[in-house]
């Protein structure tokens, strides 16, 4: 894979700037009702899944999908649902966590490596952690932990656990905070950590694909910073949505609030997003826990959903079977219940959301090879559904 420094679509500089007070519109708050999408259908591929997390499509048209529990299914492209994949490692499947997300690397096609995000621990002491290995016939082979959060915590909440391979070989996690205030650490509330640059709760990480930090990361290529060397970006909950454009480059990120105040972040190198000193989310009583929604050196959401939708899974649209929403970005929503389709305006700001229904907890969204829209419940009978145009 190739080893040179990525740089990200907005440069490492570009962060203080969009953090400047007035430098960007305030975000639009987006409320529980918005208009249905017209012309598209859904249909099942696939069902009988264990509360899935996530699928990968392999260059063949199969998919790999993760469920929960700590199971790894190849799907057949006609939905045939095969047997658990042997050599997968154990998981600590408690609350939030367990087997989570599943990323192919750039070399695939000739190395069979992929990658897998998983809970690893017990309910006292667990942590989230990636792990690389090699796909073959007979399973997964190889198997090997690159990375863990140093940081042990306890309960089962906000893994994050999200992966993105990035073009120049390197990879692109997400780390939750590790939960709500009623989960300290040192005699603090463990949220808190979202703002110590040396600790991983509340980050995106880039790491090699032996799980190193990756050059050209802000706490290389700035030690004045002074932020661990595997860290990206700073100041996040919980997110569970990261996509790439491909024909910008551009990174994005959801990310859960707590009572409302669910994010859209286009993710810059070196950016502060400001959890838990800057958010519009509100404790789950009511109470809130900042009175600041902005603030010099943090940079600010694209789009706030209140109240929450739970966004989890996150996809940017570049198809010839959906033309009409080319560059919109699909959200899936966990409470909410539907897949958000976000389109933009020439100045990159948000200019219409609409939803399609889908009536059961969506954890992933993908684009397939075929160009439609593929989409995860995560339920006790988890499906895989597909998203094509509506029949003239």
């Not at 090699?134 to 990375?147: A, F, H, M, Q, S």
């Not at 810059?268 to 050196?297: D, K, L, M, Q």
Request: charged share 20%; hydrophobic share 40%.
């Amino acid at each position: 894979m190739p080893r040179r420094p990525f740089v990200p679509a907005l440069a490492l500089a570009a962060a203080s700037a969009l953090a400047q007070p007035g430098a960007a519109p305030a975000p639009p708050i987006v409320p529980w009702e918005v208009p249905e999408e017209p012309g598209l259908v859904v249909e099942t591929l696939a069902k009988g899944l264990e509360h899935p997390w996530a699928l990968a499509f392999l260059p063949d048209g199969r998919l790999l999908v993760t469920e929960r529990p700590g199971r790894l299914r190849l799907v057949e492209r006609n939905g045939r649902v095969g047997p658990p994949l042997a050599g997968v490692p154990a998981v600590a499947a408690i609350g939030q966590g367990g087997l989570m997300d599943v990323a192919l690397a750039p070399d695939f096609p000739a190395t069979g490596t992929l990658f897998l995000t998983l809970a690893v621990g017990t309910e006292e002491a667990n942590r989230t952690a990636v792990v690389r290995a090699r796909l073959t016939p007979e399973g997964l082979r190889d198997v090997r932990e690159i990375w863990r959060n140093p940081t042990p915590k306890r309960g089962g909440w906000h893994f994050g656990a999200r992966l993105l391979p990035l073009p120049d070989g390197t990879l692109l996690v997400s780390v939750g905070d590790g939960g709500n205030p009623n989960v300290r650490l040192a005699g603090r509330p463990i949220r808190e950590r979202a703002q110590d640059p040396k600790a991983f709760f509340g980050k995106t990480i880039r790491l090699t694909p032996d799980g190193g930090p990756a050059p050209g990361n802000p706490g290389l290529a700035r030690p004045e910073l002074g932020w661990d060397p595997h860290l990206f970006t700073i100041g996040h909950r919980n997110v569970q949505g990261l996509a790439r454009d491909p024909a910008t480059g551009a990174l994005w990120a959801t990310e859960h609030g707590a009572q409302g105040g669910d994010e859209l972040n286009r993710l810059v190198a070196g950016a502060n997003y400001g959890w838990p000193v800057v958010t519009f989310s509100r404790e789950y009583s009511g109470a809130a826990i900042s009175g600041e929604t902005h603030r010099p050196g943090m940079v600010g959401p694209v789009s706030v959903w209140t109240p929450s939708i739970a966004p989890s899974g996150l996809a940017v649209y570049r198809g010839r079977a959906l033309p009409a929403l080319d560059g919109a970005l699909f959200a899936g929503g966990l409470m909410s219940s539907d897949l958000r389709i976000l389109r933009f305006g020439p100045d990159g700001r948000p200019r219409r959301e609409t939803r399609l229904r889908i009536d059961e907890r969506v954890r992933d969204v993908r684009v397939g090879p075929d160009g439609l829209v593929y989409v995860l419940t995560d339920e006790a009978e988890g499906r895989i559904l597909r998203v094509r145009p509506r029949p003239r």
